[in-house]
């Protein structure tokens, strides 16, 4: 049997191979990265460099120091411990990027330590999904049969409406790009750093989600395609065997649980932050002695779980797709208040802007408006009803609230 894509890339960056050997799956072998990136764990590797003996590190070009995990903590401990880390990258010539520069496993694709035909390793959950995705983006494109495009539309509704009906879909895999802010108060000129960071991490976000999704429509028949519910590890199965399917879904399953714990972590903040500025009940902002909003975390978590219960009788895609959707939706509506809050801001400037600055702006800001409206209504009926009616369950606490402060 031939080698696979996994084997030949471990023998061409193996180490000590006897000349005629061939790497297969289930070998002992080294292998020497062209990069190791390290975070915030770089504060635990430091002791047992020196545990060794060792003093200076052989090649200083291949680890990549990237602070990124707690870079929210300014307790005197944590930046201690990364004046250490920072004191030895540079006792050492290794590359350093500290806290506010950026997340690490975007940080070595965009300073350009990963590209085609390297070897990185890196201490971080979700570098080996983008490496999954980017595997089956790229090499999936060889495997393309032009059949599996026809018809290119098999909805059996117009393709405007079949258009409409995904953008919803379309636009939970960039939930959260507003995130890119919360850390505006540590990170250099955020004025200029992040809206750049936000549109390149989008891009390139947006690169690999399209050839992956070509890939996997161009290898998978349309009609085992459309009832897949896992369509990336079926095309890796088609194209490298059943291996390559468990080796994707397990890398999906790591990913997904490193952004479940981002999404806790968020939900009992908003609900939080929110209280702070008297739109909740007190309640969901009181902290733990540990520092966590214990009652936005639990209330949250036991309204997600209802909503999951009462969908679930439609099975587990339904429920799922049913959730993206809810959840897509809850989230375009404040976008479309945002960019009516924008143009009505732009519209405020007329007579201190230039004509042809304040026009491009506010066709920019519309054309966000018109976007998000467009993908509510794509977002479908139950999704829109059950949206509202959480909407609506909030106007009695906002109207409590305010005359609580009255």
Known sequence: MPQTITEKVVQ????????????????????RPAHVMTHDNTGAVLPKFRAIGATRV????????????????TGEENLAKYRRIEEFAADQGITFFPAGAGIGHQLMVEQGFVHPGT???ASDSHSNMYGALAAVGTLG???????????????????VSAVTATAALTLWAFLGLESATVPAGDVERPDWTIPRATVLGTLLAGAVYVLGTVAVMGVIPPATLATSTSPFADAASIMWGPWAANAIAAGAAISCFGALNGWILLQGQVPMAAAADGLLPRTFGRLSPRGTPVSGLVISSALVTVIVAMNYTKGLVSAFTFIILLATLATLVPYAFSSLALARMQWAERGHVPARQLIGALAVTLLALAYSIWA??????DAILWGSLLLLAGVPVYAGMRRGRA
């Open 58 to 73: 052989a090649d200083p070009s291949q680890p990549v120091f990237t602070l990124d995990h707690n870079v929210q903590d």
């Open 141 to 159: 494109l060889v495997h393309l049969q032009r059949s599996n495009f026809t018809p290119f539309n098999a909805s059996g509704t117009s393709t």
């Open 376 to 381: 509510i209504v794509g977002s479908g009926g």
């Open 12 to 31: 061409a960056h193996a180490v000590g191979l006897p000349p005629d050997a061939e790497v297969l799956a289930g070998d002992m072998v080294t292998v």
């Open 119 to 121: 070897l990185v390793v």
